[in-house]
Nanobody, 126 residues
Framework: QVQLVESGGGLVQAGGSLNLACAAS????????MGWFRQAPGKEREFVAA????????YYSDSVKGRFTISKENAKNMVSLQMNSLKLEDSAVYYC???????????????????WGQGTQVTVSS
């Protein structure tokens, strides 16, 4: 069993930056992938970014590519999401998720993820 706790959300002006962190308790195995998703009010939850626990291959949605960076610290069981050049449309609840079986062809699929955090609110103001 893996438990995920996100932190780092808050209020930021457009163009600013935030760094989200996800702390995982329990064993993260080498074949895991870790991902970030987000859900804005009235919208479906969508994929943001993912990283393979072994090897560190990264994946991004088109909407955040070039602005967000996902990274990991294996020794600390932590995953981070550095968000730069934030836009109003980035406002959402951001969720950390863990997939027990990394598949590069399905990292963006919510149904692939087995564990989820409770989410952290990010609000971008004008």
């Amino acid at each position: 069993q893996v438990q995920l706790v996100e932190s780092g959300g808050g209020l930021v002006q457009a163009g600013g930056s935030l760094n989200l962190a996800c702390a995982a308790s329990g064993r993260i195995f080498s074949n895991y992938a870790m991902g970030w998703f987000r859900q804005a009010p009235g919208k479906e939850r969508e994929f943001v970014a993912a990283i393979a626990w072994t090897g560190g291959s990264t994946y991004y949605s088109d909407s955040v590519k070039g602005r967000f960076t996902i990274s990991k610290e294996n020794a600390k069981n932590m995953v981070s999401l550095q968000m730069n050049s934030l836009k109003l449309e980035d406002s959402a609840v951001y969720y950390c998720a863990a997939d027990r079986l990394f598949n590069p062809y399905s990292v963006g699929r919510q149904s692939e993820y087995d564990y989820w955090g409770q989410g952290t609110q990010v609000t971008v103001s004008s």
